[in-house]
Protein backbone atom coordinates (compact mmCIF):
# COMPACT_ATOMS: atom_id res chain seq x y z
CA UNK A 1 0.00 0.00 0.00
CA UNK A 2 1.70 3.40 -1.16
CA UNK A 3 0.97 5.70 1.92
CA UNK A 4 -0.41 9.55 1.45
CA UNK A 5 2.55 11.91 1.78
CA UNK A 6 2.38 15.27 4.34
CA UNK A 7 3.25 18.02 1.97
CA UNK A 8 3.87 21.46 3.81
CA UNK A 9 1.37 23.38 1.85
CA UNK A 10 -0.94 20.56 2.73
CA UNK A 11 0.10 20.60 6.40
CA UNK A 12 -0.33 24.54 6.41
CA UNK A 13 -3.85 24.16 5.02
CA UNK A 14 -4.90 21.65 7.63
CA UNK A 15 -3.66 23.74 10.78
CA UNK A 16 -4.86 27.13 9.70
CA UNK A 17 -8.37 25.07 8.59
CA UNK A 18 -8.31 23.28 12.28
CA UNK A 19 -7.36 26.82 13.90
CA UNK A 20 -10.22 28.53 12.62
CA UNK A 21 -12.97 26.62 12.88
CA UNK A 22 -11.89 24.64 16.11
CA UNK A 23 -8.97 26.92 17.80
CA UNK A 24 -7.11 24.36 18.13
CA UNK A 25 -3.29 24.97 17.35
CA UNK A 26 -1.65 22.26 15.52
CA UNK A 27 1.11 24.30 13.87
CA UNK A 28 3.98 22.71 16.09
CA UNK A 29 2.00 19.35 16.06
CA UNK A 30 3.47 18.05 12.40
CA UNK A 31 4.64 14.67 13.66
CA UNK A 32 1.40 13.79 15.66
CA UNK A 33 -0.62 14.93 12.34
CA UNK A 34 1.04 12.89 10.29
CA UNK A 35 1.53 9.92 12.86
CA UNK A 36 -2.48 9.82 13.56
CA UNK A 37 -3.78 10.90 9.89
CA UNK A 38 -1.56 9.23 7.22
CA UNK A 39 -2.61 5.05 7.57
CA UNK A 40 -6.45 6.58 8.69
CA UNK A 41 -7.10 8.23 5.19
CA UNK A 42 -5.27 5.74 3.21
CA UNK A 43 -7.84 3.21 5.14
CA UNK A 44 -10.24 5.78 3.65
CA UNK A 45 -9.77 5.89 0.43
CA UNK A 46 -8.11 8.74 -0.01
CA UNK A 47 -5.02 9.00 -2.49
CA UNK A 48 -3.47 12.32 -0.95
CA UNK A 49 -3.50 14.64 2.04
CA UNK A 50 -5.12 17.65 -1.00
CA UNK A 51 -7.87 15.30 -1.88
CA UNK A 52 -8.76 14.32 1.73
CA UNK A 53 -8.75 18.05 2.92
CA UNK A 54 -10.69 19.11 0.27
CA UNK A 55 -13.46 17.16 1.47
CA UNK A 56 -12.67 18.30 5.23
CA UNK A 57 -12.27 21.91 4.05
CA UNK A 58 -15.35 22.16 1.95
CA UNK A 59 -17.56 21.18 4.83
CA UNK A 60 -16.49 21.76 8.66
CA UNK A 61 -20.14 20.24 9.87
CA UNK A 62 -19.16 17.01 7.75
CA UNK A 63 -18.89 13.33 8.80
CA UNK A 64 -15.41 13.46 7.63
CA UNK A 65 -14.67 16.61 9.26
CA UNK A 66 -15.55 15.02 12.75
CA UNK A 67 -13.60 11.93 12.02
CA UNK A 68 -10.52 13.74 11.34
CA UNK A 69 -11.03 15.60 14.89
CA UNK A 70 -11.99 12.80 16.61
CA UNK A 71 -8.52 11.75 15.57
CA UNK A 72 -6.54 15.02 16.58
CA UNK A 73 -7.82 16.33 19.66
CA UNK A 74 -6.43 15.36 22.82
CA UNK A 75 -8.70 12.85 25.09
CA UNK A 76 -6.80 12.83 28.03
CA UNK A 77 -8.89 13.06 30.97
CA UNK A 78 -9.69 11.12 34.23
CA UNK A 79 -11.99 10.88 37.47
CA UNK A 80 -11.33 13.79 39.80
CA UNK A 81 -9.20 15.75 38.00
CA UNK A 82 -7.99 18.82 39.48
CA UNK A 83 -10.55 17.61 42.49
CA UNK A 84 -10.21 20.19 44.70
CA UNK A 85 -12.12 22.80 42.37
CA UNK A 86 -15.38 19.90 42.38
CA UNK A 87 -15.43 20.33 46.06
CA UNK A 88 -15.13 24.24 45.88
CA UNK A 89 -18.22 24.13 43.51
CA UNK A 90 -20.19 21.48 46.24
CA UNK A 91 -19.07 22.85 49.67
CA UNK A 92 -19.17 26.64 48.88
CA UNK A 93 -20.70 27.85 45.50
CA UNK A 94 -23.87 25.53 46.09
CA UNK A 95 -25.22 26.65 49.29
CA UNK A 96 -24.36 29.92 47.81
CA UNK A 97 -27.22 29.42 44.95
CA UNK A 98 -29.02 28.05 47.65
CA UNK A 99 -28.95 30.97 49.88
CA UNK A 100 -30.08 33.18 46.96
CA UNK A 101 -33.17 31.34 46.31
CA UNK A 102 -32.15 28.95 43.26
CA UNK A 103 -33.81 25.69 43.14
CA UNK A 104 -31.55 24.21 40.29
CA UNK A 105 -28.48 24.35 39.24
CA UNK A 106 -27.52 24.91 35.78
CA UNK A 107 -24.31 23.71 34.64
CA UNK A 108 -21.95 23.93 31.51
CA UNK A 109 -19.03 21.40 31.58
CA UNK A 110 -17.85 22.68 27.84
CA UNK A 111 -15.47 20.50 26.23
CA UNK A 112 -16.26 17.49 28.66
CA UNK A 113 -14.17 14.65 26.53
CA UNK A 114 -14.96 11.31 27.60
CA UNK A 115 -17.38 12.23 30.51
CA UNK A 116 -15.27 11.88 33.76
CA UNK A 117 -15.48 15.32 34.66
CA UNK A 118 -19.09 15.62 34.95
CA UNK A 119 -19.45 12.87 36.78
CA UNK A 120 -16.98 13.48 39.22
CA UNK A 121 -18.79 16.52 39.76
CA UNK A 122 -21.97 14.67 39.93
CA UNK A 123 -20.96 12.53 42.63
CA UNK A 124 -19.37 15.50 44.28
CA UNK A 125 -23.06 17.32 44.14
CA UNK A 126 -24.95 14.42 44.94
CA UNK A 127 -23.61 13.66 47.99
CA UNK A 128 -24.49 17.05 49.62
CA UNK A 129 -27.02 17.28 52.16
CA UNK A 130 -28.39 20.21 50.14
CA UNK A 131 -29.23 17.52 47.33
CA UNK A 132 -29.49 14.33 49.87
CA UNK A 133 -32.22 16.32 51.22
CA UNK A 134 -34.46 17.85 48.14
CA UNK A 135 -33.38 21.14 48.60
CA UNK A 136 -31.94 21.66 45.59
CA UNK A 137 -31.51 19.92 42.70
CA UNK A 138 -28.80 20.05 39.50
CA UNK A 139 -28.36 19.39 35.96
CA UNK A 140 -25.03 19.08 34.04
CA UNK A 141 -24.43 19.71 30.04
CA UNK A 142 -21.65 18.11 28.70
CA UNK A 143 -20.23 18.86 25.10
CA UNK A 144 -17.37 18.62 22.74
CA UNK A 145 -16.46 18.49 19.33
CA UNK A 146 -15.04 14.56 19.71
CA UNK A 147 -18.29 12.65 18.74
CA UNK A 148 -16.54 9.42 20.04
CA UNK A 149 -15.84 10.76 23.62
CA UNK A 150 -19.14 11.79 23.62
CA UNK A 151 -20.72 8.54 22.85
CA UNK A 152 -18.30 6.98 25.62
CA UNK A 153 -19.71 9.68 27.96
CA UNK A 154 -23.10 8.82 27.17
CA UNK A 155 -22.92 5.08 27.98
CA UNK A 156 -21.07 6.09 31.10
CA UNK A 157 -19.12 2.48 30.82
CA UNK A 158 -15.50 2.75 32.00
CA UNK A 159 -12.68 0.36 32.30
CA UNK A 160 -12.82 -0.76 35.84
CA UNK A 161 -9.15 0.46 36.59
CA UNK A 162 -10.52 3.81 36.66
CA UNK A 163 -12.15 3.25 39.69
CA UNK A 164 -8.65 3.70 41.51
CA UNK A 165 -9.37 7.34 41.03
CA UNK A 166 -12.55 8.04 42.45
CA UNK A 167 -12.48 8.11 46.54
CA UNK A 168 -14.44 5.20 48.06
CA UNK A 169 -16.97 7.18 49.33
CA UNK A 170 -18.23 7.67 45.89
CA UNK A 171 -18.30 4.07 44.97
CA UNK A 172 -22.20 3.97 45.92
CA UNK A 173 -22.70 5.58 42.53
CA UNK A 174 -20.82 2.77 40.38
CA UNK A 175 -22.41 -0.55 39.34
CA UNK A 176 -19.60 -3.43 39.09
CA UNK A 177 -19.71 -5.09 35.25
CA UNK A 178 -16.87 -6.93 35.56
CA UNK A 179 -13.66 -5.95 34.29
CA UNK A 180 -15.90 -2.69 33.76
CA UNK A 181 -17.81 -0.62 35.62
CA UNK A 182 -21.16 1.90 34.95
CA UNK A 183 -21.98 4.84 36.42
CA UNK A 184 -25.70 4.41 38.21
CA UNK A 185 -29.00 6.20 36.27
CA UNK A 186 -29.70 8.00 39.51
CA UNK A 187 -26.60 10.24 37.96
CA UNK A 188 -26.37 9.39 34.50
CA UNK A 189 -30.44 10.96 34.27
CA UNK A 190 -28.53 14.44 35.32
CA UNK A 191 -26.27 15.02 32.55
CA UNK A 192 -27.01 15.59 28.71
CA UNK A 193 -24.05 15.16 26.21
CA UNK A 194 -24.17 17.41 22.83
CA UNK A 195 -21.82 18.00 20.09
CA UNK A 196 -20.97 21.74 20.74
CA UNK A 197 -17.77 23.46 18.80
CA UNK A 198 -16.59 26.19 21.39
CA UNK A 199 -15.93 28.37 18.53
CA UNK A 200 -19.53 28.90 17.23
CA UNK A 201 -21.63 27.60 19.72
CA UNK A 202 -24.30 29.88 20.36
CA UNK A 203 -23.87 31.50 23.82
CA UNK A 204 -26.95 32.72 26.07
CA UNK A 205 -26.64 34.09 29.71
CA UNK A 206 -28.43 30.83 31.16
CA UNK A 207 -25.82 29.08 32.88
CA UNK A 208 -24.77 29.18 36.81
CA UNK A 209 -21.49 27.86 36.99
CA UNK A 210 -19.25 26.87 33.37
CA UNK A 211 -16.69 24.26 33.44
CA UNK A 212 -14.07 24.79 31.06
CA UNK A 213 -10.95 23.22 32.41
CA UNK A 214 -8.05 21.88 29.68
CA UNK A 215 -8.98 22.49 26.48
CA UNK A 216 -7.67 26.32 25.88
CA UNK A 217 -4.43 25.56 26.27
CA UNK A 218 -4.18 23.96 22.96
CA UNK A 219 -5.51 27.57 21.69
CA UNK A 220 -3.45 30.98 20.67
CA UNK A 221 -4.23 33.98 22.87
CA UNK A 222 -6.33 35.52 20.75
CA UNK A 223 -8.68 32.57 20.66
CA UNK A 224 -8.88 32.24 24.12
CA UNK A 225 -9.66 35.53 25.26
CA UNK A 226 -12.62 35.21 22.36
CA UNK A 227 -13.57 32.41 24.13
CA UNK A 228 -13.39 33.63 27.94
CA UNK A 229 -15.64 36.53 26.78
CA UNK A 230 -18.31 33.97 24.87
CA UNK A 231 -18.33 32.09 28.37
CA UNK A 232 -18.83 35.67 30.70
CA UNK A 233 -22.00 36.34 28.28
CA UNK A 234 -23.70 32.80 29.04
CA UNK A 235 -23.11 33.22 32.60
CA UNK A 236 -25.78 34.33 34.75
CA UNK A 237 -24.86 37.42 37.27
CA UNK A 238 -23.04 35.80 40.03
CA UNK A 239 -22.61 32.76 38.09
CA UNK A 240 -18.84 30.80 38.20
CA UNK A 241 -16.00 29.80 35.70
CA UNK A 242 -13.89 27.49 36.54
CA UNK A 243 -11.16 27.00 34.38
CA UNK A 244 -8.04 24.57 34.48
CA UNK A 245 -5.14 25.06 36.59
CA UNK A 246 -2.78 26.06 33.82
CA UNK A 247 -4.98 28.09 31.78
CA UNK A 248 -4.74 32.35 32.83
CA UNK A 249 -5.89 34.64 30.49
CA UNK A 250 -5.70 38.14 31.41
CA UNK A 251 -8.99 38.94 30.42
CA UNK A 252 -10.87 36.42 33.16
CA UNK A 253 -8.88 38.40 36.01
CA UNK A 254 -10.72 42.16 33.59
CA UNK A 255 -13.86 40.77 33.31
CA UNK A 256 -14.04 38.71 36.65
CA UNK A 257 -14.20 38.70 40.39
CA UNK A 258 -11.26 36.28 40.74
CA UNK A 259 -12.44 33.63 44.10
CA UNK A 260 -9.61 31.09 44.02
CA UNK A 261 -6.95 30.03 41.57
CA UNK A 262 -8.86 28.73 38.79
CA UNK A 263 -12.49 30.11 40.64
CA UNK A 264 -14.17 33.64 38.96
CA UNK A 265 -17.52 35.16 39.49
CA UNK A 266 -19.36 37.22 37.42
CA UNK A 267 -19.94 40.58 38.98
CA UNK A 268 -23.78 41.23 40.11
CA UNK A 269 -23.54 44.27 37.98
C1 LIG B 1 -7.78 17.34 27.49
S1 LIG B 1 -9.53 17.19 27.24
C2 LIG B 1 -10.14 17.96 28.73
C3 LIG B 1 -11.28 17.20 29.32
C4 LIG B 1 -11.76 17.68 30.68
N1 LIG B 1 -12.32 19.03 30.59
C5 LIG B 1 -10.66 17.64 31.71
O1 LIG B 1 -10.24 18.70 32.19
O2 LIG B 1 -10.19 16.55 32.04
C6 LIG B 1 -9.77 18.48 26.01
C7 LIG B 1 -11.10 18.31 25.27
O3 LIG B 1 -11.38 19.53 24.59
C8 LIG B 1 -12.09 19.19 23.41
N2 LIG B 1 -12.05 20.33 22.47
C9 LIG B 1 -11.00 20.80 21.76
N3 LIG B 1 -11.37 21.85 21.00
C10 LIG B 1 -12.68 22.06 21.23
C11 LIG B 1 -13.63 23.00 20.73
N4 LIG B 1 -13.32 23.92 19.82
N5 LIG B 1 -14.91 22.93 21.21
C12 LIG B 1 -15.26 22.00 22.12
N6 LIG B 1 -14.40 21.07 22.62
C13 LIG B 1 -13.12 21.10 22.19
C14 LIG B 1 -11.37 17.94 22.92
O4 LIG B 1 -12.15 17.19 22.00
C15 LIG B 1 -11.09 17.20 24.24
O5 LIG B 1 -12.11 16.28 24.51
Redesign the pocket.
Known sequence: MILPILTDADFIKLYEFVREY???NLEKKRTLVEARLTFFISQRGFHSFSEYLHVVTSNPQGDECTAM?NRL??????FF??SPALYVTAKTLLPEFVDKGVKKLHIW?????SG??AYSLAMVLAQTPLVRLGIVDFSIFG????TE?LAKARRGIYDGQQLAMIPPEYHKYIRSLGKEVRICRELSNKIKWQY????NTTYNSIWDII?C???MF?FKSATREQIVAKLYKSLRPGGYLIL?STENVDLERRLFEHLEPTIYRKPLC
Not at 73 to 78: A, E, G, L, M, P
Not at 109 to 113: F, K, R
Open positions: FGILSTNYTFREDAACAEETDINLENLMFRNVYG
